[in-house]
C-alpha cells in the first residue's frame, strides 16, 4: 500500500514539488494531514496507476476535488479526464468545486466552469465549479482545501 501512495503522490511532483528532492516531497507527502482529510480515487488497470484524484468533504453536500495527477508516462491520453468524468457521473447529487493550478481550460472541457474573477479568493490558482447543482450566486467559497 505504501508504494501505491508513494506512486500516487509521485504524479504531482513535477508541478508541487517545488525545488525539494523527491525525497522531501514524499515524506512531505506521507506526511500531510490534508492528504489523511480526504479519500483518494485512482484510474488504473491490474498493474498500473495511470491518474488520481483526492476528494474532500466540505460543507452543504459539497466536496472539494483536489490534486489531480496523472503519472506523467500516461499523460495527454485522456486519464485524467476519464477519472474525473467518472467520478462526476457518481456524485450527480453533490456540488463539486476544485482549485486549478493549472490552465483551467483543462477542466472546462469537462464541464467545469470558473468562479468570477470578483470572487476568486487566490491570484495564483483558479477556483471552479460544476455546474450541476451550484447556484453560483450562493455559492460559499471555500477556503483552499
Not at 31 to 50: E, N
Not at 70 to 89: C, E, M, Q, V, W
Amino acid at each position: 500500500m505504501r508504494a501505491e501512495f508513494q506512486q500516487i503522490y509521485m504524479m504531482g511532483y513535477d508541478t508541487w514539488g517545488k525545488d525539494e528532492t523527491k525525497e522531501a516531497y514524499l515524506a512531505e507527502c506521507q506526511g500531510s494531514t490534508k492528504y489523511q482529510r480526504g479519500t483518494w480515487w485512482v484510474l488504473s488497470d491490474k498493474r498500473t496507476l495511470f491518474s488520481s484524484l483526492i476528494v474532500y468533504n466540505l460543507e452543504d453536500h459539497c466536496l472539494g476535488i483536489g490534486s489531480v495527477a496523472t503519472d506523467p508516462i500516461y499523460r495527454h491520453k485522456g486519464n485524467a479526464s476519464l477519472l474525473l468524468k467518472a467520478f462526476i457521473a457518481t456524485h450527480s447529487d453533490d456540488k463539486l468545486l476544485l482549485f486549478s493550478d493549472i490552465d483551467p481550460a483543462f477542466y472546462e472541457k469537462i464541464g467545469f466552469k470558473k468562479v468570477l474573477k470578483g470572487r476568486q479568493p487566490y491570484q495564483e490558482t483558479t477556483l471552479m465549479y460544476y455546474p450541476q447543482n451550484v447556484v453560483v450566486k450562493d455559492l460559499q467559497i471555500p477556503n483552499y482545501f
